[in-house]
């Protein structure tokens, strides 16, 4: 009886170190701000448009929270990549990483954006592009990529395209993340 309890005693303890080493990371967010809490903070909000664009931090889907929203006027020859936003990734990402992009957003004109994950310098070299169709109510977006690309710490940028047409954008709790 001792033998049987000692067995199973061990047996109990080797089991919860094997699952306790199989159990998955938590994904560390790679980007800062992402919540918009510290208004446009580590954000560049780009506008290569003549009047366009307006944006502004507001309250978010939460009590307390807090969105971007961003204001695309009609204007001729707008083009989808001329207004957005846009954030350095200050980590390296392997070739081996899978990058999962996730964010949530409304628009009341249920407008498409963009999402590319690029290099910062021209030519870029895309790792994941991916449009989404927002609606008017707050929703969660993902987009996860595997595909095989490499970048060293500040050589990748995470770019919303905001300007596929005219309307109101609100985004919030954007962030990527790798594992």
Not at 27 to 42: D, I
Not at 57 to 70: C, H, R
Not at 120 to 138: A, C, D, G
Not at 153 to 169: D, H, K
């Amino acid at each position: 009886m001792f033998r049987s309890a000692l067995l199973t005693g061990c047996f109990t303890v080797l089991l919860s170190l094997v699952l306790a080493g199989t159990a998955a990371a938590e994904p560390t967010n790679l980007l800062k701000n992402g919540n918009f809490k510290e208004g446009k903070t580590a954000w560049n909000i780009f506008c290569y448009s003549k009047q366009a664009l307006v944006a502004e931090v507001v309250a978010g889907p939460e009590q307390g929270s807090s969105a971007l929203q961003v204001t695309v006027a009609e204007e001729p020859d707008l083009k989808k990549y001329m207004i957005g936003a846009s954030q350095i990734i200050p980590s390296a990402i392997a070739a081996t990483d899978t990058v999962k992009l996730r964010f949530m957003a409304r628009s009341p004109q249920s407008v498409t954006i963009g999402a590319v994950l690029h290099t910062v310098q021209s030519p870029h070299r895309n790792k994941m592009y991916k449009n989404f169709i927002l609606t008017p109510e707050w929703k969660t977006y993902e987009a996860i990529d595997t595909k095989p690309e490499a970048f060293v710490a500040g050589e990748a940028m995470i770019e919303f395209f905001m300007s596929f047409s005219p309307g109101q954008i609100e985004i919030t709790n954007v962030e990527i993340a790798i594992n």
